[in-house]
C-alpha cells in the first residue's frame, strides 16, 4: 500500500457554523488521535484531495501538519447521505516500521465451474484480516475460483498473499465454498 503525502492545518474551527464556514472553503474537518501520550489533534483538510486519495484507496499517510510529519492509517470518513460528499476523518496515528493489522477485501475472478453441475457458490468471508508493515500491505487480494467443483472450497491458508504479509485469522477459515451439485 502506498504513502501517501497530505497536507493539513491545526484546526481551531470547533462549532457548527464555523464548520459550516470552513466546508464552503473547500475545507473539512479531520482528528489525528492514538499513539502513547499523544493527545488528539483537530486538523482541517481539502476535501479534494481526500477525495482523491479515496479514490486511489489510499489509507496510509504521512500527514504533514504545520512543518511536523505524522503517519496516520485513514480510520473513517463520515460521509453525507444527499451527495457523498465526505463530511469528516479520522486519522489513527500508526508506526511505519511495526506491523499493523487490517480489514482486506477479497476479489472472487470466474464463475466456479460446480455452478454449472447445480452447486451453490457460498461466500463465507471476503474481507479478512492481515498483518504487514503499512507500506506492505495489499489493497486488496484477487483469487480465481473458476477451477471450483462442488464440494471444493478455499480457505484463508488458500489465499495468495504478497511477501511480507501474514494471515491474522485462522487459516482453516473458509473464504468460499461452492455445495451441492448433481
Same mark, same amino acid.
Given at each position: ?10 484546526? @481551531? ?19 489525528? !488521535? ?11 483538510? @481539502? ?5 482523491? %486519495? ?7 499517510? =504521512? ?24 463530511? %469528516? ?21 470466474? %464463475? ?16 479478512? =484480516? ?43 477459515? !473458509? ?8
Amino acid at each position: 500500500m502506498e504513502v501517501a503525502r497530505m497536507k493539513a492545518e491545526r484546526r @481551531s474551527a470547533l462549532g457548527r457554523n464555523q464548520i459550516k464556514k470552513l466546508r464552503t472553503e473547500g475545507w473539512m474537518p479531520a482528528v489525528v !488521535y492514538g499513539g502513547e501520550g499523544k493527545e488528539p489533534l483537530s486538523i482541517q483538510i @481539502s476535501e479534494w484531495e481526500l477525495d482523491q %486519495h479515496i479514490s486511489k484507496r489510499h489509507k496510509v499517510f =504521512n500527514l504533514e501538519i504545520d512543518g511536523q510529519t505524522e503517519s496516520a492509517w485513514l480510520q473513517d470518513v463520515e460521509w453525507k447521505a444527499t451527495n457523498d460528499r465526505p463530511l %469528516h476523518a479520522d486519522f489513527l496515528r500508526i508506526d511505519l516500521d511495526k506491523p499493523w493489522t487490517c480489514k482486506v477485501e477479497i476479489a472472487l475472478l470466474g %464463475h466456479p465451474a460446480g455452478l454449472s453441475k447445480g452447486g451453490t457458490l457460498i461466500k463465507d468471508n471476503l474481507v479478512i =484480516n492481515v498483518s504487514a508493515l503499512p507500506k506492505d500491505l495489499p489493497d486488496g487480494i484477487e483469487i480465481d475460483i473458476s477451477k471450483l467443483d462442488a464440494g471444493d472450497s478455499l480457505r484463508a491458508k488458500d489465499l495468495p498473499l504478497p511477501e511480507g504479509v501474514s494471515l491474522a485469522v485462522d487459516p482453516e477459515l !473458509y473464504i468460499v465454498r461452492v455445495t451441492g451439485g448433481k
